[in-house]
């Protein structure tokens, strides 16, 4: 069963710094790009970053502003580093993987097949 579980989330202080993981397990995420979303209560989903596959298309990544995004295929993980954490960053934060053959690089946009249950992040003094 393909399954992503995110870990790492909870409280944090303004201005520190937080590392979110997703781990993969069912299937290997060298084969699928990767995005990461957030959802903060009464918005939208945003995409914050995203790293292409490691096998099939050409090295890729994208982010936005204080966000990094690395993989670790070794323990088939990726994370996300967010830097400098601001009470707006507060939000459930979700990794997604799919495997289109249409993208040659991976996507910001919610158009991912398999997605993580979620984890909370909390940026409070």
């Known amino acids: 069963q393909l399954q992503l579980v995110e870990s790492g989330g909870g409280l944090v202080q303004p201005g520190g710094s937080l590392r979110l993981s997703c781990a993969a397990s069912?299937?290997?995420?060298?084969?699928?790009?990767i995005g990461w979303f957030r959802q903060a209560p009464g918005k939208e989903r945003e995409g914050v970053g995203c790293?292409?596959?490691?096998?099939?298309?050409p090295s890729y990544e994208e982010v936005k502003g204080r966000f990094d995004v690395s993989r670790d295929n070794a323990k088939n993980t990726v994370y996300l580093q967010i830097n400098n954490v601001k009470s707006e960053d507060t939000a459930v934060y979700y990794c997604?993987?799919?495997?289109?053959?249409?993208?040659?690089?991976?996507?910001?946009?919610?158009?991912?097949?398999?997605w993580g249950q979620g984890i909370q992040v909390t940026v409070s003094s």
């Open positions: 997604a993987a799919d495997r289109s053959p249409r993208r040659p690089v991976c996507t910001t946009l919610p158009l991912y097949d398999h």
């Open positions: 790293v292409s596959r490691s096998i099939g298309n």
């Open positions: 069912g299937f290997n995420l060298d084969y699928y790009d």
